[in-house]
């Protein structure tokens, strides 16, 4: 009994560690959002679209299809019932309010998430954020913030690209390929969405980037000598982004709508 | 004027072994170090020590006379700054090509993307046969090459202190001469350098004090 509670007061208080260090790095990389100076504004501002490149249009080709094929199956299996359901409403509710968010996350988790905790590790492992830091500069403002703005602003964009294409796409796949009618299906969506809608859309995607980005952050930080905790460490970081990005969307979804 | 003064300084490395306890160490503009040691791990740690990459377990580190508030590692920043650091654990930014490595600092101190190497490195990079490779990611160059790549930025910062682990392995024995030649004029302005080197000519040539490093303890000779 006593080795039990040991563990779990052990876990508890790894975990609680662990989350306190991620709310004070969001906090450190915040503060230095809100200093700004001069030197190294130029850097800064490159490498965070460096960042936007990365996680946003270089996604694209990955997100469009997968918002198409999103939107046009929900739409012909909830077209079928549209008896029972207002069918712009079922759309607005998934899409825009769960879908969207959460899957652009996903993506993101699958496609950048590994490669910041990778590519952070090994800077650290190779001591390029030594050579970073005797060149007399911050690796937070250079390296980590960056990431945070880039990241966020990418999965951001993702979402409205992710939305609209599932809405408006799934339609027109459907619309052109099928014979299900769907009465005035747009007309509907308009009716349906509203500002909260788009807005918690907007608050989801903001917290799912900074949950994301810090998460990946720390874990590549924490990795100081062997490349072969890498894997542990990326494997870790993929299952706690996605961990925090389900808790972000529940609290927040709550907070909202009930 | 003392530019490193080291007092009490107790470094931990249990893994190792290599730490110090109690170290006492003064550097003044003009010294010129020589580590002779059988422990290469060791000595590489001091010289890590001076570079402020080890945060010590007490004592305390004064630079240019200020003491240096290890507590937040942006205090060391500005100190770092000066402190030239060729060792084999130094690196360069995988992401990046090699010139824009060479002009990282200045890209964020003078806030400006539109910089161009300036004349004194774009001699050293045609004298040691890597200007042809500047447009390279360092990870495509031979070793050698990135470790000369490595040695011209560091030359180049306008150190106040130059730190130097194994010149004759860092350049290769073909680029000593062109490296011995750089660093004897950087010399000639009194730049002090702390070095590791089984060299005996180069060891002969640019100290002007010795330090024998044997179980953590520092013996100084002049």
Known sequence: MDYIAGYIGRKATITTNHISNLFALTYRIFVLIFQKP??????????????????????????????????STLIIQFAKVSGQYDLGKTMVMLIVRELGPVTTAILVILRSATAVTIEIS?????????????????????????????????????????????????YLIVWVFTY????????????????????VGIIKTIFFGIAITVTCLKHGLSIKELTTDTAVSISKASIECFFYCIVINVITSILFYM | MCLINLVDYTIDSPEKDYGFDKLDFALSLGDAFAIITDSPGRAHMFLK???????????????????VDFSDYRNLLPCKKKIGYIASDSAMIGNITVRENLLYMRYYFENS????????????????????KLDMRPGRLRSVD??????????????????????????????????????????????????????????????????FLKDGNLDIVK
């Open chain 1, 38 to 71: 001069k030197a190294g504004r130029a850097l800064v501002r490159r490498i965070t679209l460096e960042q936007v490149y990365f996680n946003c249009v270089q996604v694209l080709p990955i997100i469009i299809p997968i918002a198409l094929v999103f939107g």
């Open chain 1, 180 to 199: 299900i009618p769907m009465g005035d299906f747009m007309t509907q969506i308009g009716k349906a969405i509203t500002a909260t809608d788009i807005a």
């Open chain 1, 122 to 170: 090994y800077m650290n492992v190779f001591h390029e954020i030594d050579a970073i830091e005797m060149a007399g500069i911050d690796p937070m403002r250079i390296v980590c913030l960056p990431r945070l703005i880039g990241i966020t602003s990418a999965i951001l964009c993702l979402f409205i690209v992710f939305d609209i294409l599932a809405i408006i796409g799934g």
């Open chain 2, 113 to 132: 993307l539109s910089l161009s190497l300036d004349e004194i490195t774009k001699k050293l990079c045609k004298n040691f046969g890597i200007y042809d």
């Open chain 2, 49 to 67: 020590t001076l570079a402020m990459l080890v945060e010590p377990v007490s004592g305390d580190f004064y630079f240019k006379d200020k003491k």
């Open chain 2, 146 to 211: 990135l470790r000369t790549a490595i040695a011209i930025r560091e030359l180049t910062k306008s150190p106040d202190l130059l730190l130097i682990e194994r010149p004759e392995n860092f350049t290769g024995y073909t680029n000593l001469d062109l490296f011995t030649e750089v660093l004897r004029d950087m010399m000639l302005t009194k730049l002090p350098i702390v070095f590791i080197s089984y060299d005996r000519d180069f060891i002969e040539e640019f100290s002007n004090k010795k330090i």
